[in-house]
Every structure is written in C-alpha cells, then in structure tokens.
C-alpha cells in the first residue's frame, strides 16, 4: 500500500471503474468483480494481472472505508489539480507538497492523512499548539489482501502460508532512517517539534518546517537499505489460520500484521479477505450443509433407505412410502461444526429422476401402472380450477 502523499497521484475511482459519487456498494462490487478476474491464482504467471489487482485492493482499501475516502476527496480537490495557494503542485521555493503528508510510507494514521488536518487547522486558526507535532506517533495503516481456498477447507478450518510483499520496518537502521553506527539528529530549525510558524498579514499559522521536511530530526547519513524513509518494502511469509465455518467473502484480522507505525506507534492490522470455491456436490446455507440426492420414483412411492454422503464418511435416510420429489430430510450433526461447538446439520432434498430412454420392459410395465392408477388424478386442486372455468 503506497503512502498518502502518493494517493495525491493516483485515481482510485478510475482504478474500479466507478464514478467519485458511487456508493460503498458500487464500490464493493466493482472490487470483487475486478479482484476475481485479476487474482493471482486465476492468473499464474501474469505480471500484468497481479499489478491490476495490487492496484484495485489498495483502491478498495482507501475507498472503502468512509474516513479514509473523505481524506483523500478533500486532498485531491485540494492537491490534485495544483492548489492550494502558494504551495502549488508538486514544489514551491523548495517545500515538497507531499510533506504535508507526514514524510515516510505508512506513516499514515489509520484514518488516513498524517498531518493534514493539523496544518489546515493551523492555517486558519484553529489548529493545535506546536507541541502536537508532525512528527508525533502515528498508528500503521491496514492492509487487506484475498486468499482463496476450497469448500473443505471452509468447512473444516485450514492453515495456510500467506506470501506478503509490503512496507515494513527497517532491519537495517531499526526503522530510524540512519546508517547504522550513526543517529538522526534534532532538527536547529524547528527544535524537533516539526513545526514551524510564520505571518502573513493579519494570519499566522504554522507548516511543516522545511529543513527537516516535517521529522523534527535531520539524517546526515541515510540508511542504504531505506535511503532514509525508515521503512523498505519486505516479502514475507505468514501464516493464517482459517477457522472452521469460514464464510465466503469473510474477512480475518491478524492484529498487528500491517504496515508499520511511526514514531513508534503500533502497526495497522492486516486483513484477509477469503473466497471459497464452489463444491460439485455440497451447498451451504448457514452451518447446515445441502445437497440434492436424485432417487428412482419407486423409491419414492414404495419408501426405502437412501444411503446419502457426508464430507467425510456417509449417512442413511429413510424415506417414507409416497414421498414427494423436493422433500428434504435433515441428518442432525452432519454439517459444519465451529469452534465454539455450534453445530449445523445436513438437509437432503431427494428429487425423483426420470430415464431418458426406457427398454420395452420397463415401458410395458410403466404402461401397466399408468393404466392400473387411471383413476387417480395427481393434481387435484388444478383439475377443479379447469372444471370452474370451463362451467
């Protein structure tokens, strides 16, 4: 996930095909649609897809969360087209806009832009005292990804490894931004606050000072690893525990496994999004799991006992004598069992089968039953209706 000054440059509507007033609906199914056409295991070896998708997750990320889409609205009205008075777009007199932003990747808050709304504050006289910095601790963004597993590993629980290339700390430099042996040192500008304050006319308001580009610390000798920044992007393997009973589109959080914080700050959490692929035979709705058993219309009408499958191992159902075909008939326990003991049960809907094609035999005999039942009419209620409308 790239940081806020970056999102300035980006257009995460345009990247989901949604217009900037969709709603979180519309931006929740352009993701998915866009997500499962670009997925990764649907596209092995596709560098091309996997950079789509990279792109619609972290689209998804900032808009699908109300805080962080309003930020980024206002900053974009505000930056996007080179506003903002004297700041301009990109630098003025030196003063990079993107300071604005807070400095380093995932030095974001977790709703959204680090210093935004104290420096406009500020601007306008309603800002904090210089002793609420922009270099104060800030809480690591979250991260979302999507695994996708099959429907017994749903049903079941599962462990899977999770392969991650995103921001993380500094191994080199500890996440300080100095070269190892050698420490930032206080900003003499802004005296480490980050700040600095100047009139014009009758307003006074602060801004990030120039020198230190916000930090409140200089960096003589920049880290090799992170030239500076603190943080580098890493791969890594987790691994995730996926409960029994997972539901499709279910989203898993793995506390502190996000981007990293600032200034110490803990780090944003990071959550999985899982899909379940579809099985062959079994449904679900809820903790009970389905399925369509398709029976001889004998079975139906004499009864008998149906041996019916479970996910691992089978079951018997006794089906009474005239039986309906879509009936279903509940095995108690035979569903999706969660952690905390809730059980679900299987439903088994019988469905009567008709042959396609029937040897002289069997038609002979079906003739002879049709005859011998000549009498019965199947379906009373319409009969009576025919009747009073032909009256």
Not at 56 to 66: C, K, R
Not at 78 to 98: A, C, I, N, T
Not at 370 to 387: C, N, S, V
């Amino acid at each position: 996930m790239s940081s806020p000054r970056e999102w300035i440059s980006k257009d995460f509507y345009r990247e989901l095909g949604v217009s900037s007033d969709a709603t979180a609906d519309e931006i929740k199914k352009a993701y998915r649609k866009l997500a499962k056409e670009n997925h990764p295991d649907a596209n092995p070896g596709n560098a091309e897809a996997e950079k789509k998708f990279k792109a619609v997750s972290e689209a998804h990320g900032v808009l699908s969360d109300p805080a962080k889409r309003k930020e980024y609205d206002e900053a974009k009205r505000l930056f996007g087209s080179g506003g903002f008075g004297g700041f301009g777009g990109g630098q003025s007199g030196g003063f990079d806009v993107g300071d604005i932003f807070g400095g380093a990747a995932g030095g974001q808050q977790q709703g959204g832009f680090g210093g935004l709304g104290d420096i406009l504050g500020g601007l306008f006289g309603r800002g904090r005292s210089a002793g609420a910095t922009a270099n104060r601790p800030q809480r690591g963004a979250d991260v979302e990804t999507d695994v996708r597993i099959d429907f017994v590993e749903a049903v079941k629980g599962a462990t899977l490894p999770l392969r991650l290339s995103s921001p993380a700390t500094c191994s080199t430099c500890g996440g300080n931004g100095a070269k190892p042996g050698t420490t930032p040192r206080t900003c003499p500008t802004c005296s480490g606050s980050g700040l600095v304050s100047r009139s014009q006319g009758s307003f006074a308001f602060s801004e990030p000072c120039r020198d230190c580009r916000g930090r409140g610390t200089i960096i003589d000798d920049p880290c090799p690893e992170c030239a500076g920044e603190g943080i580098s992007s890493k791969t890594r393997t987790l691994t995730v525990r996926i409960p029994p009973g997972v539901s499709d589109d279910q989203r898993i959080r793995l506390a502190g496994q996000g981007e990293p914080g600032r200034g110490g700050a803990q780090a944003g959490d990071l959550y999985v999004r899982v899909h379940v692929a579809d099985h062959p035979v079994f449904g679900r709705k809820g903790l009970d799991l389905t399925i369509t058993v398709p029976v001889a219309f004998t079975e139906l009408a004499l009864g008998g006992t149906i041996t019916v499958p479970t996910l691992d191992g089978r079951v018997s159902i006794k089906v009474p004598s005239g039986t309906a075909s879509g009936r279903t008939f509940r095995a108690r326990g035979k569903g999706i069992t969660k952690r905390d003991g809730a059980q679900g049960d299987l439903l088994v809907t019988v469905q009567a089968s008709v042959p396609s094609k029937l040897d002289d035999a069997a038609r002979e005999a079906l003739e002879a039953y049709a005859k011998a039942m000549a009498e019965h009419d199947p379906r009373p209620e319409i009969t009576e209706l025919l009747r009073e409308r032909g009256a």
